[in-house]
C-alpha cells in the first residue's frame, strides 16, 4: 500500500490594514503569534504561522498592510508586503466584507495583476453584513480580477475557515515538511515576547502612541527556581508620549505589564517576572540605524 502524499507550501496573507490577516492567522494556527488590535497598521515585519496535519504543512507569512507610506518604516512595511507576493506558492488576498471598495484594494489588486501566483479572495468579517450584500461583494469583485477561488469567512469566529484551508492545500503540491509537525512559527521566543507587549500598548493607550513605539528585549534570564527573568524597553519618539505610557501614579504601565505577563506566562509555560522601561528616541522610524536595532533590516526587503 502506498503512503499518503504529503503536500506543503508558502501562503502570503495580503489586505489593506485592518482586513483581519492576523486573526485569521492566530485562528489557524490556535496561539496568538500575530499582533491583534484594532487599530491597523499593526503588523511590521512578515510573521510565519506553520499548520501542520497529519498530510499537510502550509507556511503562512502576515505581512504588513498595504498603505501609503508616510516614513521610512512605512516604506519598509509596503515592501515587505510586495515582495512577498513573489515568494509563495498561494496569495490569500482578505477584504473586510463591511468596508467600501477604494483606492487601496484598487492598489492591491493592480499588484495582484503583474504575478502568476494564484489568488485565493477572501472576504472577512461576513458576520457583519447581510447574506445580499455579500453575494453584491462577490460580484463587484470577481469583475476585477480572475481570482483562483472566492472564499467568504469569519476568522474571528471561524466560520468557513475550515474549507479555506481544504482549498489551499488543493492547490499545494507534494513536498517535504518544512518544520517539525509541534513548531507554530519560525519566529524566536524573543520576538513573539515584544510583539506581545506591543499588542498592549496598543490595546490600551491612545490615537497618539501606537506606531510610534517599538519593543525592545534586552534580556531574558531563567532563575533556579524555573521562573523567567524577562527586560523590556518601550522605545517611543516624544516625551509627551513616555508620561501617557507611564500614566498616572504608573498605573499604565503597570496594567501594561500585567497583561503582558499573563500572555507570555502562557507562551513560556513557566512563571514570568517583567521589567518593563521606557527610552525616548526622537524620529526613531526616520533613522535608518535606529530601524535596524529595531529589526527593521534594509537588506530585508
Known amino acids: ?38 487599530k491597523p497598521q499593526t503588523t511590521r515585519n ?3 504561522g506553520v499548520y501542520t496535519t497529519s498530510d499537510s504543512q502550509i507556511v503562512f507569512i502576515d505581512t504588513p498592510g498595504i498603505h501609503k507610506p508616510k516614513h521610512k518604516l512605512g516604506d519598509f512595511m509596503v515592501q515587505t508586503a510586495v515582495q512577498s507576493l513573489q515568494e509563495v506558492d498561494i496569495i490569500l488576498f482578505l477584504v473586510d466584507a463591511a468596508q467600501k471598495y477604494g483606492a487601496g484594494e484598487e492598489f492591491i489588486i493592480n499588484k495582484l495583476k503583474q504575478t502568476s501566483t494564484p489568488v485565493f479572495l477572501v472576504i472577512n468579517k461576513v458576520d457583519q453584513i447581510h447574506p445580499d450584500n455579500l453575494l453584491e461583494k462577490i460580484e ?25 484551508l481544504k482549498q489551499i492545500t488543493e492547490y499545494m503540491e507534494e513536498g517535504p515538511q518544512y518544520y517539525p509537525e509541534d513548531q507554530i512559527t519560525d519566529h524566536p521566543e524573543r520576538f513573539v515576547i515584544s510583539e506581545l507587549v506591543r499588542e498592549k500598548v496598543l490595546h490600551l493607550t491612545t490615537e497618539e502612541i501606537p506606531h510610534s513605539i517599538a519593543i525592545s528585549i534586552e534580556q531574558i534570564k531563567e532563575r533556579e527556581n524555573g521562573a523567567v527573568y524577562i527586560s ?36 513560556l509555560g513557566s512563571k514570568v517576572f517583567l521589567d518593563l522601561w521606557i527610552k525616548v528616541q526622537k524620529d526613531w522610524r526616520n533613522n535608518q540605524y535606529q530601524l535596524n536595532e529595531h529589526g527593521y533590516k534594509e537588506d530585508e526587503y
Open 232 to 267: 523590556a524597553v518601550i522605545v517611543v519618539e516624544r516625551s509627551s508620549q513616555k508620561g501617557i505610557i507611564i500614566g498616572k501614579q504608573g498605573r499604565m504601565l503597570k496594567e501594561i505589564g500585567q497583561r503582558s505577563r499573563h500572555d507570555i506566562e502562557t507562551l
Open 1 to 38: 500500500m502506498m503512503d499518503k502524499m504529503f503536500k506543503s507550501g508558502f501562503a502570503a496573507l495580503i489586505g489593506r490594514p485592518n482586513a483581519g490577516k492576523s486573526t485569521l492567522l492566530n485562528h489557524i494556527i490556535g496561539e496568538k503569534i500575530a499582533i491583534m488590535s484594532d
Open 46 to 48: 512578515k510573521i510565519q
Open 140 to 164: 463587484q469583485y470577481r469583475k476585477l480580477a480572475d481570482f483562483a477561488e472566492i472564499i467568504p469567512i469569519s476568522a474571528l469566529k471561524g466560520n468557513n475557515v475550515e474549507t479555506l
